[in-house]
C-alpha cells in the first residue's frame, strides 16, 4: 500500500505562493512608481491573503522521508525477492555491505544510499540500473542477452582463441596474457563488413566482460580442446593481482573464482 501522505494541501499553497507572488510584484512595481492608488490595492491585497503555513505538511513529509530511508534495505530485500521468484531467476546474498548479490549468472553491486545498482560479471560493469527490484531484474535479464550475443558455439570460439593465442605469441607455444590475446580474438571475430571496410563504424566491440564470459562458458559447456590442443589458464599470482587491469576474474557458479593472468594451448597427448 501507497503511505506517502496526501500532497492537496501542498498543492494549494502553491498555488497561493503563486498568487502572492504575483501580488508582490505589483506592490514593488506601485513603489517603484509612486502609483498611490494601485500601493493601496496590493497592500489589502496581501493582508487578506496571508502566506499560507505548510509546517505540519513539510514535517510529515520529513517524517515519511526517513522512515523511507531508515527501511529502504528490507524493503528492497524484500521486493527483490518476490520479483525473483516471480521470474525463476535465483538470488544469492553474496555480502552485506556494500550490498552484493547474485543473480546467476552476474551479480549485482546495490548501493541504496545513492539508488543505484551495477550488474556485474567477472567484477566488470555491463549495466547499470536504478536499486529498485524491477529495474534491477530488467538490467539482469538485458545484460545476459547481450553477454549470450548470438549463434554461440564453443567449439568455433576456442578455434578463434587458439589463432589469437597463436597470434600473439607470434607463433610460439608459451604463455601470453590475456589482455594481449583479447584485442587479437576481437579482431579474428570481426565480420565481413569490417574487413572490408575497417571503420570504427564496422568495428563490433569485444570487451573485456565479454572474453571473461566467453571463456567462462566454454569451460562451463566442457569445451576445452581444438584440433589436439588444450586450452590452459595462467593464475594470476603475487603482485600481478594489484593490477587488475592485467588480469580476469574467472568466476565459479557462485560469483567466486580466481584472477588469470596468462593462457596458453598445450598439445594433447
Same mark, same amino acid.
Given at each position: 500500500?501507497?503511505?506517502?501522505?496526501?500532497?492537496?494541501?501542498?498543492?494549494?499553497?502553491?498555488?497561493?505562493?503563486?498568487?502572492?507572488?504575483?501580488?508582490?510584484?505589483?506592490?514593488?512595481?506601485?513603489?517603484?512608481?509612486?502609483?498611490?492608488?494601485?500601493?493601496?490595492?496590493?497592500?489589502?491585497?496581501?493582508?487578506?491573503?496571508?502566506?499560507?503555513? !505548510?509546517? @505540519? $505538511? &513539510? %514535517?510529515?513529509?520529513?517524517?515519511?522521508?526517513?522512515? /523511507? =530511508?531508515?527501511?529502504?534495505?528490507?524493503? +528492497?530485500?524484500?521486493?527483490?525477492?518476490?520479483?525473483?521468484?516471480?521470474?525463476?531467476?535465483?538470488?544469492?546474498?553474496?555480502?552485506?555491505?556494500?550490498?552484493?548479490?547474485?543473480?546467476?549468472?552476474?551479480?549485482?553491486?546495490?548501493?541504496?544510499?545513492?539508488?543505484?545498482?551495477?550488474?556485474?560479471?567477472?567484477?566488470?560493469?555491463?549495466?547499470?540500473?536504478?536499486?529498485?527490484?524491477?529495474?534491477?531484474?530488467?538490467?539482469?535479464?538485458?545484460?545476459?542477452?547481450?553477454?549470450?550475443?548470438?549463434?554461440?558455439?564453443?567449439?568455433?570460439?576456442?578455434?578463434?582463441?587458439?589463432?589469437?593465442?597463436?597470434?600473439?605469441?607470434?607463433?610460439?607455444?608459451?604463455?601470453?596474457?590475456?589482455?594481449? !590475446?583479447? @584485442? $587479437? &580474438? %576481437?579482431?579474428?571475430?570481426?565480420?565481413?563488413?569490417? /574487413? =572490408?571496410?575497417?571503420?570504427?563504424?564496422? +568495428?563490433?566491440?569485444?570487451?573485456?566482460?565479454?572474453?571473461?564470459?566467453?571463456?567462462?562458458?566454454?569451460?562451463?559447456?566442457?569445451?576445452?580442446?581444438?584440433?589436439?590442443?588444450?586450452?590452459?589458464?595462467?593464475?594470476?599470482?603475487?603482485?600481478?593481482?594489484?593490477?587488475?587491469?592485467?588480469?580476469?576474474?574467472?568466476?565459479?557458479?557462485?560469483?567466486?573464482?580466481?584472477?588469470?593472468?596468462?593462457?596458453?594451448?598445450?598439445?594433447?597427448?
Amino acid at each position: 500500500m501507497d503511505d506517502r501522505p496526501t500532497t492537496r494541501a501542498l498543492r494549494e499553497a502553491s498555488r497561493a505562493c503563486r498568487a502572492r507572488a504575483s501580488v508582490l510584484l505589483g506592490l514593488a512595481s506601485a513603489l517603484e512608481r509612486g502609483d498611490e492608488t494601485r500601493l493601496a490595492r496590493a497592500l489589502e491585497r496581501i493582508r487578506t491573503n496571508p502566506e499560507p503555513c !505548510v509546517d @505540519p $505538511e &513539510v %514535517a510529515e513529509a520529513q517524517a515519511w522521508l526517513a522512515n /523511507r =530511508r531508515a527501511t529502504r534495505r528490507e524493503r +528492497f530485500a524484500v521486493e527483490l525477492r518476490a520479483a525473483c521468484e516471480r521470474e525463476g531467476v535465483e538470488l544469492v546474498l553474496l555480502g552485506r555491505d556494500p550490498l552484493e548479490l547474485r543473480l546467476p549468472p552476474v551479480s549485482v553491486g546495490v548501493d541504496l544510499e545513492a539508488g543505484r545498482a551495477e550488474v556485474r560479471f567477472a567484477g566488470l560493469e555491463v549495466r547499470r540500473t536504478q536499486a529498485e527490484a524491477d529495474a534491477v531484474l530488467t538490467a539482469r535479464a538485458e545484460a545476459v542477452a547481450w553477454l549470450e550475443g548470438r549463434d554461440w558455439d564453443p567449439a568455433a570460439w576456442l578455434a578463434v582463441l587458439k589463432r589469437a593465442w597463436l597470434r600473439a605469441s607470434h607463433g610460439q607455444e608459451t604463455w601470453v596474457e590475456l589482455t594481449d !590475446v583479447l @584485442p $587479437e &580474438v %576481437a579482431l579474428l571475430r570481426q565480420r565481413r563488413r569490417f /574487413r =572490408r571496410d575497417p571503420t570504427a563504424r564496422n +568495428f563490433e566491440p569485444y570487451p573485456a566482460v565479454r572474453f571473461a564470459y566467453d571463456l567462462w562458458r566454454a569451460r562451463r559447456d566442457g569445451v576445452l580442446s581444438t584440433d589436439g590442443w588444450r586450452l590452459s589458464l595462467g593464475p594470476a599470482t603475487g603482485g600481478s593481482t594489484r593490477d587488475r587491469s592485467r588480469v580476469l576474474l574467472l568466476e565459479d557458479a557462485r560469483g567466486q573464482g580466481q584472477y588469470h593472468l596468462t593462457l596458453r594451448f598445450v598439445r594433447e597427448a
